[in-house]
Nanobody, 123 residues
Framework: QLHLVESGGGLVQPGGSLRLSCAAS????????IGWFRQAPGKEREGVSC???????VSADSVKGRFTISRDNAKNTVYLQMNSLKPEDTAVYYC?????????????????WGQGTQVTVSS
């Protein structure tokens, strides 16, 4: 059975950094495209950053230059490095996976989801 487990969330001050991890079990990530999504209270889930099997990445305009998605297939883990965090980055962050060659950074496209990790940016 496929499982994705996010970790690394927490409370951070504006301008701070966090690194989220998405660890897979029950399958190997190297055949999957992976996406990071977030959902703030009262808002729709939005794509943050996505990475294809080949390592091509795409990020939302709101996080470009601040967030970096990467994958370590040897560790079966995908990361989201978040720098220069802002209060508007506060949300539950989810990782998702789909076995595919390409990457589509839209949540309905993914069929495997983690449980999410809370990120709160506040002073």
């Amino acid at each position: 059975q496929l499982h994705l487990v996010e970790s690394g969330g927490g409370l951070v001050q504006p301008g701070g950094s966090l690194r989220l991890s998405c660890a897979a079990s029950g399958f190997t990530l190297d055949s999957y495209s992976i996406g990071w999504f977030r959902q703030a209270p009262g808002k729709e889930r939005e794509g943050v950053s996505c990475i294809s099997r080949s390592g091509d990445t795409v990020s939302a305009d709101s996080v470009k230059g601040r967030f970096t998605i990467s994958r370590d297939n040897a560790k079966n883990t995908v990361y989201l490095q978040m720098n220069s965090l802002k209060p508007e980055d506060t949300a539950v962050y989810y990782c998702a996976a789909r076995r595919a060659l390409i990457s589509v950074c839209r949540s309905p496209w993914y069929d495997n989801w983690g449980q999410g990790t809370q990120v709160t940016v506040s002073s």
